[in-house]
């Protein structure tokens, strides 16, 4: 008899003990629902290849098991081309996608030999569907800055298109190069270019540089030059056909300069002659417009 009433109460004792934790692991499980990133549901075939088209370019892909293989198309950053590894792979797996603009996208994959869908535009597709935004994958490189937002203010800066620098321009063999304006928003520069073709032949750019350099020094040398890389630009550097004219805009890091030395923003010409330097002196980048006097519509 004792023994039984032994056994009921530590049966008792253990029941009190387990409940607060169901109860602990409830309250968290409830809590992880409230902070779901809701996936999407794709199917994948072994003998044709979907094509998954992002709204940025691709940052990071994870996959969830071997029965996928994927990778990036070539030249097209925001095109992701996955397939199935295996034949008739049963379990459901998955695989994750991080882009440039901050974007977190998850997928729940399952095989079949005729998939509805090959090739799926995912903007498209989300402003079809009703469905939460998440949260910012925030970039090292980016600070505590949200790469969407970033994006967007490189955006608004590229369409509103105002000069607020007149003062910055080069001109040579019919093209010129201007610097339209510079912005700071958060420790970051926005720097906007214009290149105009005044001539039939197309501007073909190789690439565009930011150096620091000795503004006395007519020789530079690496030790005298300090190389500034930007962390985002609005669009690629495409070819400017002749008679046109276009623009770009470029995301730097917050920096100044002593007095005895300028910022030089240096565009060159694919296997041409006709290279531009437009010359940026430290007073130009401490009077940089606020971003929040433009007056934007972040949302």
Not at 40 to 52: A, I, N
Not at 66 to 82: C, F, P, Q, T
Not at 95 to 101: E, H, L, M, R, Y
């Amino acid at each position: 008899m004792k023994q039984i009433i032994r056994l009921l109460l530590i049966a008792t004792l253990m029941t009190g003990y387990f409940e607060p934790l169901q109860a602990q692991e409830f309250t968290l499980s409830k809590n992880l629902q409230a902070g779901k990133v809701q996936p999407f549901d794709m199917e994948v075939t072994y003998d044709k290849t979907t094509h998954l088209i992002f709204p940025s370019g691709i940052r990071y892909v994870d996959l969830g098991s071997d029965y996928l293989i994927a990778g990036k198309a070539e030249d097209a950053e925001n095109v992701l081309r996955i397939k199935a590894a295996v034949r008739d792979f049963e379990p459901e797996t998955n695989f994750s996608v991080i882009t440039q603009d901050g974007r977190f996208y998850n997928f729940n994959v399952l095989y079949s030999p005729c998939p509805a869908l090959l090739n799926i535009d995912i903007q498209k597709m989300q402003q079809s569907v009703s469905r939460q935004k998440s949260g910012d994958i925030l970039f090292e490189e980016l600070g505590d800055n949200s790469p969407s937002l970033a994006g967007l203010l490189l955006e608004t800066i590229y369409k509103k298109d105002k000069r607020i620098v007149k003062h910055i321009a080069s001109k040579s063999f019919g093209i010129r190069y201007m610097l339209k304006g510079i912005y700071i928003h958060n420790g970051k520069y926005y720097f906007h270019t214009e290149l105009s073709n005044s001539t039939n032949v197309p501007f073909r750019i190789d690439f565009v540089t930011f150096k620091v350099v000795d503004k006395k020094t007519a020789k530079r040398t690496v030790v005298q030059e300090r190389q500034i890389y930007p962390l985002r630009v609005y669009k690629p550097l495409d070819p400017i056909p002749g008679n046109t004219t276009d623009q770009n805009v470029f995301l730097l890091d917050q920096f100044t300069i002593a007095g005895d030395k300028v910022l030089l923003i240096e565009i060159f010409e694919k296997n041409g002659g006709r290279n531009q330097v437009l010359q940026v002196e430290n007073s130009d980048l401490v009077g940089a417009r606020l971003i929040n006097d433009m007056h934007l519509k972040l949302y």
